[in-house]
């Protein structure tokens, strides 16, 4: 298992342009996180996926912002007409138990909106 | 929302010596986690510690414990014999439910 995987790693757009994140978890993993962290913050919550359903939304994730998780296996962030208040790390997690609470991070999907 | 406070957003320490970073919480659950996350350089946030709030006795992972103060919503990490490798970026979170709650950071430079 090598871990919670997120693609691409840097991804740099022009204004009004969409882009689209993947994250694959590890595999028994149910649980899936997504969240954007800027810089001298921490991780703000975004989504929450259990299996292929989205069960909580930030108001962070506005109508610009999208997230699915077909099949319950990896799932894509998709923000159409990126802004430049969009430019920051977008964060993948996954879980199998809450429970015990521990979140698996991947490393990362930096975003830059010219 | 419960809010996660981080107070110290840099701190330093000499090798093999003891740092301690400080959190404090907002919280009106009762049953809630907090967890200590490392971010190193570039690389992915792992978790360092966890403690349960129903738990009284602190938590220990070989060179990192915890002081928690319930009563105070107080979370404290401490690291003890502080190696190069401890150099990152330090996170204080609170889970209740599905959600985690994390705070702006301490950086953490670990001086030879």
């Known amino acids: 298992d090598t871990g919670v995987s997120q693609n691409p790693r840097h991804k740099i757009t022009k204004r009004g342009q969409n882009v689209t994140f993947r994250c694959d978890p590890i595999s028994e993993h149910n649980r899936l996180y997504w969240y954007r962290q800027t810089l001298g913050q921490g991780p703000e919550f975004l989504t929450y996926f259990q299996n292929e359903a989205q069960l909580e939304k930030s108001r962070l994730l506005s109508d610009r912002f999208s997230a699915e998780r077909p099949k319950g296996s990896f799932s894509t962030l998709e923000i159409q007409r990126t802004e430049q208040g969009d430019s920051a790390m977008y964060l993948c997690a996954s879980s199998r138990d809450l429970i015990t609470g521990e979140l698996f991070f991947g490393e990362g999907s930096r975003l830059t909106v010219l | 929302a419960q809010t996660v406070t981080q107070s110290q957003p840099e701190m330093s320490v000499q090798e093999a010596e003891t740092v301690t970073l400080s959190c404090t919480y907002d919280?009106?659950?009762?049953?809630?986690?907090l967890f200590w996350y490392k971010q190193p350089p570039s690389r992915q946030m792992i978790l360092v510690i966890r403690?349960?709030?129903?738990?009284?006795q602190n938590a220990t992972e070989n060179r990192f414990s915890v002081n928690f103060q319930k009563a105070a919503k107080s979370f404290s990490l401490k690291i003890s014999d502080s190696q190069l490798g401890d150099a990152a970026m330090y996170f204080c979170a609170s889970q209740t439910g599905n959600q985690f709650y994390f705070g702006t950071g301490t950086s953490l430079t670990v001086i030879p």
């Open positions: 403690q349960e709030a129903y738990k009284q």
């Open positions: 919280t009106s659950e009762s049953d809630y986690y």
